[in-house]
């Protein structure tokens, strides 16, 4: 399953985020630190040129912090600054902050006459990356709209954070195609696209088959289960048994199941679990 998702308000976003890449110094991209590759999006490299760009690893609470150190790293070592970050609980956000005031300015009116202005910065990611959450703990006030749904920043927004820094929010924006179907999935499991785009049990197959391969002891913790099999429907119906998800005739409710599965996953409930390693 290849899982295409462009609507009309995201092209325009990106016809628009063009126009404000002329306006700013560097690119805060929010990636969700359990995906990385797959929530970073390739259409930014293009936009973004040769301007400076932090790279923040948000929801870095939710993500293995062994796997995010690693991201850190090949980060680094691509030359780009990489900063893990909990929202929520503000964790590098101070870090990040200063790394947007230390950006260096390349507008060359301001340095010829002489003139300091404030770094501008552009904060950009897909939808329901937790951009506002972000940038209402990076400005240290309610700002910016949060919501748990893809899409809830509609408009462009300046937002002055202190004297030397001026933020630019973005609309989320996704790309026209996914080169391969992990990467759609991906994007599912984190609540990236919508619940139109995709059958729920479908998903919630490909991430148990993830989970037991990977984190097995994560499932048998949160469900109770004696025991990992490796069929992914047997696990889930263990799943909707222990739960009392039962329909008549004392059948597993498989969506049931599934959309409780799904919804534990992107709460946390699992542990942190990393979806891509570098």
């Given at each position: 399953?290849?899982?295409?998702?462009?609507?009309?308000?995201?092209?325009?976003?990106?016809?628009?985020?063009?126009?404000?890449?002329?306006?700013?110094?560097?690119?805060?991209?929010?990636?969700?630190?359990?995906i990385?590759?797959?929530?970073?999006?390739?259409?930014?490299?293009?936009?973004?040129?040769?301007?400076?760009?932090?790279?923040?690893?948000?929801?870095?609470?939710?993500?293995?912090?062994?796997?995010?150190?690693?991201?850190?790293?090949?980060?680094?070592?691509?030359?780009?600054?990489?900063?893990?970050?909990?929202?929520?609980?503000?964790?590098?956000?101070n870090?990040?902050?200063?790394?947007?005031?230390?950006?260096?300015?390349?507008?060359?009116?301001?340095?010829?006459?002489?003139?300091?202005?404030?770094?501008?910065?552009?904060?950009?990611?897909?939808?329901?990356?937790?951009?506002?959450?972000?940038?209402?703990?990076?400005?240290?006030?309610?700002?910016?709209?949060?919501?748990?749904?893809?899409?809830?920043?509609?408009?462009?927004?300046?937002?002055?954070?202190?004297?030397?820094?001026?933020?630019?929010?973005?609309?989320?924006?996704?790309?026209p195609?996914?080169?391969?179907?992990?990467?759609?999935?991906?994007?599912?499991?984190?609540?990236?696209?919508?619940?139109?785009?995709?059958?729920?049990?479908?998903i919630v197959?490909?991430?148990?088959?993830?989970?037991?391969?990977?984190?097995?002891?994560?499932?048998?913790?949160?469900?109770?289960?004696?025991?990992?099999?490796?069929?992914?429907?047997?696990?889930?119906?263990?799943?909707?048994?222990?739960?009392?998800?039962?329909?008549?005739?004392?059948?597993?409710?498989?969506?049931?199941?599934?959309?409780?599965?799904?919804?534990?996953?992107?709460?946390?409930?699992?542990?942190?679990?990393?979806?891509?390693?570098?």
């Open positions: 399953m290849i899982v295409q998702w462009y609507p009309g308000h995201m092209a325009k976003a990106k016809r628009v985020l063009k126009e404000n890449m002329k306006m700013i110094d560097v690119v805060v991209e929010l990636l969700d630190a359990r990385p590759a797959s929530s970073q999006n390739p259409i930014l490299k293009e936009l973004a040129g040769s301007k400076h760009r932090i790279i923040v690893l948000n929801k870095e609470d939710l993500a293995n912090p062994y796997i995010t150190k690693a991201w850190i790293k090949t980060f680094h070592d691509e030359g780009i600054k990489a900063i893990a970050v909990d929202s929520i609980r503000k964790k590098g956000i870090e990040t902050l200063n790394s947007i005031a230390q950006t260096p300015i390349r507008d060359s009116a301001a340095r010829r006459l002489s003139i300091k202005r404030p770094v501008r910065a552009m904060v950009v990611g897909i939808p329901n990356v937790g951009k506002s959450m972000f940038i209402n703990s990076l400005v240290g006030r309610n700002t910016a709209k949060t919501g748990n749904k893809p899409g809830v920043t509609k408009g462009n927004q300046w937002i002055k954070i202190k004297e030397s820094v001026q933020l630019l929010d973005t609309p989320g924006i996704l790309w195609r996914f080169d391969n179907e992990e990467t759609g999935m991906h994007l599912v499991y984190v609540n990236s696209i919508g619940p139109k785009a995709f059958d729920i049990e479908d197959f490909s991430l148990i088959k993830f989970l037991t391969a990977n984190y097995p002891d994560a499932l048998k913790e949160r469900y109770n289960l004696c025991q990992i099999l490796d069929n992914p429907d047997t696990i889930i119906k263990q799943i909707g048994k222990t739960r009392g998800f039962l329909i008549k005739g004392g059948d597993v409710d498989f969506r049931k199941t599934s959309e409780t599965i799904l919804k534990d996953f992107r709460d946390g409930k699992l542990g942190r679990i990393s979806l891509e390693t570098p």
